[in-house]
């Protein structure tokens, strides 16, 4: 077995390993109902899915004498990238109160973001501004 026969294995590894995970990510955003929940399985199993066919293909370049490391810069972006959305998705359904409100945070402060309503139960019936009287002067 020539090295160029073990990097043709290897990239065909990464790639069925790459593809179950992708394929899991978009069977659990199928199968999960909520918005929170939904947002789980792309964002975690998606990067490294992607992460994967990258490797894969940076594999086949290599075997073939042109090694590429484009992959390198959007595997960098993609994990950087993918959290960042992640954190704002998930925000965003906070603060529109889509999901049930994250638990008080030790020492009863309050989260950043979030600023304390006297019913938390009924604040999704408000219309938007309602909760911050600066929100309709601006």
Known sequence: MTLADLAMLLTALFLLIGSAFVLIGVAGLLKFDGPM???????????????????????NAAALGEPSF????????LFVTAPVS????????????????????????????LKPTEDAAGAGDRPAGQDDPDAVAR
């Open 86 to 113: 992640a954190n704002f998705i998930a925000k965003v359904n906070i603060h529109r109160r889509d999901c049930d409100p994250p638990p008080k945070p030790p020492g009863a402060r309050g989260w950043a973001t």
């Open 37 to 59: 929940t939904r947002l789980h399985a792309p964002t975690k199993v998606g990067t490294i899915g992607i992460g994967m066919l990258l490797l894969a293909s940076m594999t």
């Open 70 to 77: 484009h992959e390198v810069l959007i595997m960098a972006f």
